[in-house]
T-cell receptor, first 116, second 115 residues
Framework: DSGVTQTPKHLITATGQRVTLRCSPR?????VYWYQQSLDQGLQFLIQ???????AKGNILERFSAQQFPDLHSELNLSSLELGDSALYFC???????????????FGAGSRLTVL | AQSVTQPDIHITVSEGASLELRCNYSYGATPYLFWYVQSPGQGLQLLLK??????LVQGIKGFEAEFKRSQSSFNLRKPSVHWSDAAEYFC???FGSGGYNKLIFGAGTRLAVHP
């Protein structure tokens, strides 16, 4: 158990729908990161939050949004879902403001989204 | 452009054989380098990291990696592979961009182990 908790583990939905993925970081970690893992794109960085504020942005689609709440848990919202959004979505957390040699990311087990 | 390349998509080795997984990066500054492992149905687990000091770093599960600045490489090695090492291995590099750091992953190398 890495200490990073993601729910749900599996989710099946239809095109055009909206889903919310939830992440609780490790105790003491202030940063939360979201990654998407798909067969064709590999592991893609989506977005990072630090202590409630957006810190860095990657290849996140406009249909996707995220936020980090005062208790530091984070949610990734995916809307107008398409078949190509089917993927494994990872959350990671770290103590500091961004990844570095000393500030290592710890990953959760992921949420597998299937869009039919 | 900043990039991480893992040239081998699939590698198959026999149990007990040695292993080397290749990783190259493109970055102007000295990078922070990592290897993660993903077992089937699992999340990503950190094997080892390099950010300064000795260029040969030891990790968990008997893995080691060597940073070679001249070759922009950070290859992962294990002297004797066990069947339980079958997994996907990702090299990752921290790149700085616009005042922020981002951890970027290579495409991964899937390792199969024959008995």
């Amino acid at each position: 158990d890495s200490g990073v908790t993601q729910t749900p583990k599996h989710l099946i939905t239809a095109t055009g729908q909206r889903v919310t993925l939830r992440c609780s970081p490790r105790s003491g970690d202030l940063s939360v990161y979201w990654y998407q893992q798909s067969l064709d794109q590999g592991l893609q960085f989506l977005i990072q939050y630090y202590n409630g504020e957006e810190r860095a942005k990657g290849n996140i689609l406009e249909r996707f949004s995220a936020q980090q709440f005062p208790d530091l848990h984070s949610e990734l919202n995916l809307s107008s879902l398409e078949l190509g959004d089917s993927a494994l979505y990872f959350c990671a957390s770290s103590e500091g403001t961004g990844p570095s040699g000393a500030n290592v990311l710890t990953f959760g087990a992921g949420s597998r989204l299937t869009v039919l | 452009a900043q990039s991480v390349t893992q040239p081998d998509i699939h590698i198959t080795v026999s149990e007990g054989a040695s292993l080397e997984l290749r990783c190259n990066y493109s970055y102007g500054a000295t990078p922070y380098l990592f290897w993660y492992v993903q077992s089937p149905g699992q999340g990503l687990q950190l094997l080892l990291k390099y950010f300064s000091g000795d260029t040969l770093v030891q990790g968990i599960k008997g893995f080691e990696a060597e940073f070679k600045r001249s070759q922009s490489s950070f290859n992962l090695r294990k002297p004797s592979v066990h069947w339980s090492d079958a997994a996907e291995y990702f090299c990752a590099v921290v790149f700085g961009s616009g005042g922020y750091n981002k951890l970027i992953f290579g495409a991964g190398t899937r390792l199969a182990v024959h008995p």
